[in-house]
C-alpha cells in the first residue's frame, strides 16, 4: 500500500541554520503531498501542500517540491528561528478520490536560540 | 478561521469502559475522519465518513469502535469497551470534498488515557 517514509529525528539545530527534512513516499496513484507541523501541545496543523508534479508548496518560509522522478517532497527553509521547533509530519492522499492521508512518522526540530 | 473543536481534551477511563470522543467539525464540510497517534508513533488513519456512512475504515477500526453524526454539528467516536492499548491522542479532521487534493483539516486532538 501507499506509504511516506521521512528522516528520523531529532534535529537540532542554531537558529539561522538552513533546515532541510527528507521526505519520500510510496504510492500506487497520484497523490497529492503535504507537511503538517505540530506545536507542542498542540494539533496538526497543514503547513503546505503540492497537488502535482513540479508543484512547489511554501508557506512561512518552508519549501518543498513535489518530485516525481524521485518520489520525495523534502521540506526546506533557508533560516530556522526558535518558534519552528516542532514535529513535522510528512502526509500524503490517493489523487483519485482518496479519503485517507497517510502520514510519516514524524520528526522533531528542535531550534536553540 | 473555522476550525475543528475536539472535547474533552484529556479523558481517563477505566479499563473496559465505554468513551464518547466528540468533535465538531467545520461548519460546510462534508467528510470527516478520525486518527489516532499512540505515543511516539505515527498518526494513523482510522475512519471516513460521509453521507451518514462510513466510506473508509483501517484494520484498527473493529467493532469495538463506532462513528456517528447525531446532530448537524458533532461527529462522535465511540470505543465501547477499552483496552489499554486504546490509550492514544485522538485527531477529528474535516474536509470540504473528498477530493485527494483537499487538505483535512485537523483538531487539536482528545488525549485518551485508559488505566
Known amino acids: 500500500g501507499d506509504s511516506v517514509t521521512q528522516m528520523e529525528g531529532p534535529v537540532t539545530l542554531s537558529e539561522e541554520a538552513f533546515l532541510t527534512i527528507n521526505c519520500t513516499y510510496t504510492?500506487?496513484?497520484?497523490?497529492?503531498l503535504f507537511w503538517y507541523v505540530q506545536y507542542p501541545g498542540e494539533g496538526l496543523q497543514l503547513l503546505l501542500k503540492?497537488?502535482?508534479?513540479?508543484d512547489k508548496g511554501s508557506n512561512k518560509g518552508f519549501e518543498a517540491t513535489y518530485r516525481k522522478e524521485t518520489t520525495s517532497f523534502h521540506l526546506e527553509k533557508g533560516s530556522v528561528q526558535v518558534s519552528d521547533s516542532a514535529v513535522y509530519f510528512c502526509?500524503?492522499?490517493?489523487?483519485?478520490?482518496?479519503?485517507?492521508?497517510?502520514f510519516g512518522a514524524g520528526t522533531r526540530l528542535f531550534v536553540k536560540a | 478561521e473555522p476550525e475543528v473543536t475536539q472535547t474533552p481534551s484529556h479523558q481517563v477511563t477505566q479499563m473496559g469502559q465505554e468513551v464518547i470522543l466528540r468533535c465538531v467539525p467545520i461548519?460546510?464540510?462534508?467528510?470527516f475522519y478520525w486518527y489516532r497517534q499512540i505515543l511516539g508513533q505515527k498518526v494513523e488513519f482510522l475512519v471516513s465518513?460521509?453521507?451518514?456512512?462510513?466510506?473508509?475504515k483501517s484494520e484498527i477500526f473493529d467493532d469495538q469502535f463506532s462513528v456517528e453524526r447525531p446532530d448537524g454539528s458533532n461527529f462522535t467516536l465511540k470505543i465501547r469497551s477499552t483496552k489499554l492499548e486504546d490509550s492514544a491522542m485522538y485527531f477529528c479532521?474535516?474536509?470540504?470534498?473528498?477530493?485527494?487534493?483537499?487538505?483535512?483539516?485537523f483538531g487539536d486532538g482528545t488525549r485518551l488515557s485508559i488505566l
Open positions: 479532521a474535516s474536509s470540504a470534498q473528498g477530493r485527494g487534493n483537499q487538505p483535512q483539516h
Open positions: 504510492a500506487t496513484g497520484y497523490p497529492s
Open positions: 503540492a497537488t502535482k508534479a513540479d
Open positions: 502526509a500524503l492522499t490517493e489523487g483519485t478520490g482518496g479519503f485517507k492521508t497517510i
Open positions: 461548519s460546510n464540510h462534508l467528510y
Open positions: 465518513f460521509y453521507n451518514n456512512e462510513i466510506s473508509e
